[in-house]
Each structure stands twice: as C-alpha cells, then as structure tokens.
C-alpha cells in the first residue's frame, strides 16, 4: 500500500510509487479530501507540494477497506486450495509481460 493511516507524503511521491501520472494521483487526492477522507497540511520541506494526510474518517474507512480485503483473501485461498505464490506470482509477472509486449506492438 503507498499510504497507510498516519503516513504523509506528496502526491509526486505517490505517483512515482504507484508508477502514475502525477494529475491522475492529483484527481483522487482531491477527491479524498473532498470527501473529508484525506487533508492537505503544508510541508516544511516544499512550499508549493502539500503532503496528503489522512483524517480520522479516512482512517476508518480504510481500516473497513483492509478488513474486507482480508476476509475475502481468506475466501479465496480457502476456496483456491493450496497454491505455490511465489511461483503464481512469477508467472503472473511473466504473463503481464507479454502482454504488455503484445499491446506495444504495432499493427
């Protein structure tokens, strides 16, 4: 996860974790303090690049997210069986590749 309850950190930072487009990252942040999930609090180290914190609203709904999250992983992998991750994991990465490969090229 790229923020956690309590984390602080600028949405470039955020965006370069994830691998984003920093307006994209930009949008949502907006949006989570919108919705009163997140805040803006100024950065001593940067004027102009607030850091993105979460409210206590934000806190809960992400402890309500994780919670979820767990119960259905547990209902998956109890319904999936016995699996070999790390190899899943790396064939999934290899899988992700070619398809990306394929999507890049032209015609």
Known sequence: MVLQAGD???VPDIARRLGLQRQSVQRVA????????AR???NPRHQRSRLLVT???G????AAIQSA???????VVATVG???WERLNGDLGRIAQA??????QPG
């Open 55 to 57: 409210t206590a609203a």
């Open 82 to 84: 016995e699996l070999d």
């Open 69 to 75: 999250h767990r119960a259905w992983v547990a209902e």
């Open 30 to 37: 907006d949006e989570l303090v919108a919705d009163g999930l």
């Open 40 to 42: 803006y609090e100024d």
């Open 8 to 10: 602080r950190a600028t």
């Open 99 to 104: 398809v990306g490969h394929h999507a890049r």
């Open 59 to 62: 806190k809960s709904a992400l």
